[in-house]
């Protein structure tokens, strides 16, 4: 498969690793300020020959990408976070120029397991009224949006399947280079729970995002992960 690599930070460096570790290649990488990228901008030197673009970049450039390399009739993997109250227009130039997409708030594999984990906690909690619930989270200085997109992906499961909470407010830490910790904890005057998923690396996410280009090569239409991961692990 042949990938374009839209934004070459951190993500893009790993994510250019495991590409080729997993034997595709990087047909191009998009970047207007990185001296390493092939190209500077989205056009139709940088798409050529590419099967999937994968765009970690910064959430008021999502849109603008998307409609750019949906022009070329190219499928996309957003893993750019912090760009989801614009998910109807996506949608919309998805279904418009009948390309696929997927998105999610974090594609690491263990943090989609992690989800499942809080869900199926949420759904017995639910039941004993006796334990409050809580979340915080922290990740590196660098990283935009706060509360994490992943934190707010924990909310809402929490507040789906939780039916006396309304909200669940998310405490962030930004700091240092942490690349991702989120905690769930459920307590009671007795005891307390805790849920953590810590990331060592972005190896994981790097993954996951051609993971997810290997799944969305051939489709049409808009997807987020847990598409994917009814096809990998099963479940509703």
Same mark, same amino acid.
Request: glycine share 8%; net charge neutral; hydrophobic share 40%.
């Given at each position: 498969?042949?990938? /374009? ?7 893009? !460096? ?9 034997? !595709?290649?990087?047909?191009?990488? %998009?970047? $207007?300020?990185?001296? #390493? ?20 970049? =910064? $959430?008021? @450039? %999502? ?36 390309? #696929?997409?997927? !998105? /999610? ?5 263990? %943090?989609?397991?992690?989800? *499942?984990?809080?869900?199926?906690? /949420? ?8 334990? +409050?619930?809580? #979340?915080?989270?922290?990740? !590196? ?5 706060? $509360?994490?997109?992943? @934190? ?26 942490? $690349?991702?910790?989120? %905690? ?5 005057? @007795? +005891? ?6 810590? @990331?060592?690396? =972005? ?8 993971? /997810? ?6 489709? *049409? #239409? ?15």
């Amino acid at each position: 498969m042949n990938i /374009a690599i839209v934004g070459y930070g951190r993500m893009g !460096h790993e994510i250019e690793k495991i590409a080729i570790n997993r034997g !595709h290649n990087v047909q191009s990488i %998009v970047d $207007p300020n990185d001296v #390493g990228a092939t190209h500077k901008e989205i056009n139709k030197e940088s798409m050529e020959k590419v099967d999937v673009c994968i765009d970690f970049t =910064r $959430p008021d @450039a %999502v849109i603008d990408n998307v409609r750019q390399i949906s022009g070329f009739g190219k499928n996309i993997v957003v893993g750019t976070t912090g760009w989801h109250d614009k998910l109807d227009e996506a949608k919309a130039i998805v279904r418009k120029s009948d390309i #696929g997409l997927i !998105h /999610a708030s974090n594609f690491s594999i263990g %943090v989609n397991v992690f989800f *499942r984990i809080v869900e199926n906690a /949420a759904k017995i909690m639910n039941n004993i009224n006796d334990y +409050d619930v809580f #979340g915080y989270e922290l990740h !590196h200085s660098k990283k935009l949006d706060s $509360p994490s997109g992943t @934190a707010k992906s924990i909310e809402k499961i929490l507040v789906s399947n939780i039916k006396r909470k309304k909200e669940i407010p998310f405490s962030s830490v930004r700091a240092g280079s942490i $690349p991702g910790t989120h %905690v769930v904890g459920f307590d009671s005057s @007795a +005891d307390t729970i805790k849920l953590k998923h810590t @990331a060592r690396n =972005r190896e994981g996410f790097a993954l996951g995002a051609i993971m /997810a280009a290997e799944w969305i090569q051939n489709k *049409r #239409g808009f997807y987020n992960i847990d598409d994917m991961m009814k096809e990998l692990i099963g479940g509703n």
